[in-house]
């Protein structure tokens, strides 16, 4: 894993736990990261461009996919990579559909993860 | 009315003339005595109340005030007759009454002779028929719709006698038996039931007539039918005693009953799938909710591992590098076993296969709208290209079963009742739409919807629409709720598509996905 790497990334996960190990290895490996507990908490906070975001899907209120919805309605062409327990087709071509870059099962390996948020910074 | 004279030789002339004035003028009949030119010489007092004219006024005019003008030729026939010295006998005919009223009356016109035995005049007694012609319209019109009914009535209707000889049916024996109802009069009621059924049937009519104790009688009883070409159905007769003077009939009412048989046969068999199917489903569906909280912590813990190798870099001691890669490697180890259940939990036994949405839908709304359902209106609505999908048909009931139970009970007491079931195709799958006009879903609900056991009612699991995600999730698709604009709400879940026999369902099958735009979640 190269070590020069930096970027903004931002986590929406709904377990708190999850954010902070998500923020632990992020920044240890050298990225800025900003953490929501929820999809609202994001929209109402979102970060400057240029930065990633990692979403998980399994979420109340607005799941990770309604949120990559509303971003897009809003014009935002932010790199997502949405994190789910469960993956099926029919979530795979939905979130093709909003346009998520990519789906990762969770719990996500940690190389899979840094090679997205390097791609996209 | 004859001239009695003659034949009362031992009276004196006048006791018998005042005899028989005092018999015409308190007779309930008209009668009258004219010549036979037909001048009138008597007229007693029923003629005045029947036709309105005094004795005064009538006595010397001619009979034809009283003949309507196109019966005149009528009242020369029976003069004539009664000038060969015949009788005629209640003759049924119409006579004009004062002020032009028609009054149907029934005449006994016999000659009057002299003491010589020529015919001098006739006497003439006029029965008033107009309440008995009334009775006989009221009577005839009773019968008519007495008759429609019966002609109408979905239940066999058949009479029969003390013996079980049936004497009348109606058009629904006819429906019901495949018999014409003139081969079934004369023939025994038997005829109508299986062979094993017919002698314990005579018993029931025998036992009655002689102990006038109910088996049957009076009382409505299942029992086998038997239609002409011998096929067997159940029946409801229901045999009641008719009272009329001199005989003893029976009436039996017969209501088929195959439709009803089946149709709670059938929702019989099918809740008992449901019931064993949610049993499984909530195994499944535990097994899933725990997968995915398990899931939240090793997700935690594999990354607190990834930045721990970082942190220790290359030169950290080689065993702590181990160790912090073998809890990784755990972490990954846990994660498998669980998805390893997850989908073990999601298989089932029982296969998918490509089905008919309509069907499914249809039966499942056929259960799930009995009771509190009844007067819900239900449209189903399926889209083009949206008629089959590739699925595990029971589980998708119980999904859609849940989701219309749920709809049912939340147009509890709402004063529009609908609910709309739609499909439509997107991309590889179809969703399946359940829209209702309920009040909506309540706030404290919304955030946590598809958790076990998370109810607002007062004798609910919360188990119903987690058990919808799981097997939607396990057919790969999605389930989501939202608002209804105007009220209620609708939750839409997806299922893989499959295209139907429907010859042309593949020449748009090129559309490939992403083409479509809009996102309805
Ligand atoms: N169509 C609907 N309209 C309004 N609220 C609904 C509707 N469907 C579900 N809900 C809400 O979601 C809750 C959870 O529904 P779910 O089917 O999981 O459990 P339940 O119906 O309460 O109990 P059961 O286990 O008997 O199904 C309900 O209690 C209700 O508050
Ligand atoms: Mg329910």
Redesign the interface.
Known sequence: ?ADNLSGRVAVVDD?E??L???R??L???GFSVATYLSAALFLANIPPDPFCLIVDH?M??M?G??LV?RLRDSGSGVPVVL?T??V????V??A???GVRQVL??????ADVIAFVASCC | MTDGTAALPPEPADTARSLLDTIVASSNDAIIGKRLDGTITSWNAAAEALFGFSAAEMVGRSILTIIPPDRVEEEDAIIARVRRGETLVHFETERVAKGGRLVPVSLTISPVRDARGAVIGVSKVARDLSRLRQVYVDLKERQELFLAVLRTVPDGLIVIDAAGIVQAANPAVERIFHYAADELVGRSLNVLMPDADRAAHDRYLTHYLETGERRIIGIGRVLRGQRRDGTVFPMELQVEEVSTPGHRLFTGFVRDLTDRHARERRLVELQAQLIHLSRLSELGQTV?AL??EV??????????A??MR??LGPDAAPELLAAVDKV?AQ??RA?RIV?GV?SLARKGDRPRRPEALRPVIDETAELALVGPGRDVTLTVRIGDRASHADIDRVQVQQVLFNLLRNAVQALDGRPVRRIEVTTRRR???VEVEVADTGPGLAEEV???LFQPFLTTKAEGLGVGLSICRTIV?AH???I?AVDRPGGGCVFTF?L?ACDGPTPGAGDRVAGT??E??A?D?
Do not use: C, W
């Not at chain 1, 099926?88 to 979530?91: F, I, K, N, T, V």
């Not at chain 2, 899931?295 to 607190?304: D, E, K, S, T, V």
């Open positions: 894993m377990d736990d999850v902070d190990s998500f632990f290895m920044e240890l490996a399994h109340p209120v799941t996919l309604d919805a994190v327990a469960a099926s087709p029919a979530m071509a939905h093709a559909r909003v099962q969770k719990p996500a390996r940690e | 899933s997968a995915h899931n939240q912590p090793l997700a935690a813990i594999a990354n607190y990834s930045g970082r942190m990784a972490a990954e994660s998805q997850r991309d590889a799958m919304r955030s946590r999730e790969g698709g999605e989501a997806s893989p996905p992403g479509e735009v996102v979640q």
